[in-house]
C-alpha cells in the first residue's frame, strides 16, 4: 500500500506540530486531530492511510481511539503507530494487545517517526 494521508493526533500544540513538519517534509499530506474524538471522526471520513496517535489526552486517550477505529469495519483497516511518553511494558503490552502497528516513545527523532510510517506500507 502506498502511503499518501498521514492522521497526526495529540492535544499538546508544540508536538502536532513538530510531527506534523516532519511528516509533511518528508512528501505525506497530513491531517490533524487534537483529541480521541476528533481521530475516530476524521478517521471515517477521511480515510488516512496511517494513524500518529499520542496515548495521553482529554476526554477520549488514545488507547480508546485506536479500539474505536479498529473496531468500526470502515476504519479498522487503517495502520496505527502509537507515539507516546508512556514506555512501560504494560503499555506495550496493551498496545499490542490493540493490534497497533508501531509504538514510538516520546522523545524520538524524524527517522524514527519516518520508520514506523514507512513500516506501515
Do not use: H
Amino acid at each position: 500500500m502506498a502511503i499518501q494521508k498521514v492522521l497526526i493526533v495529540d492535544d499538546a500544540r508544540p508536538d502536532l506540530m513538530n510531527l506534523e513538519k516532519i511528516v509533511s517534509g518528508a512528501g505525506y499530506m497530513t491531517l490533524t486531530a487534537t483529541s480521541g474524538i476528533q481521530a475516530v471522526e476524521i478517521s471515517k471520513a477521511q480515510l488516512p492511510d496511517v494513524i500518529l496517535m499520542d496515548v495521553n489526552m482529554e476526554q477520549m486517550d488514545g488507547f480508546a481511539a485506536t479500539r474505536a477505529i479498529g473496531g468500526d469495519a470502515a476504519t479498522k483497516a487503517i495502520p496505527v503507530v502509537l507515539v507516546t511518553s508512556k514506555n512501560q511494558k504494560a503499555d506495550r503490552v496493551w498496545a499490542q494487545m490493540l493490534g497497533v502497528k508501531g509504538y514510538v516513545t516520546k522523545p524520538y527523532t524524524p527517522d524514527q517517526i519516518l520508520g514506523a510510517i514507512k513500516a506501515c506500507a
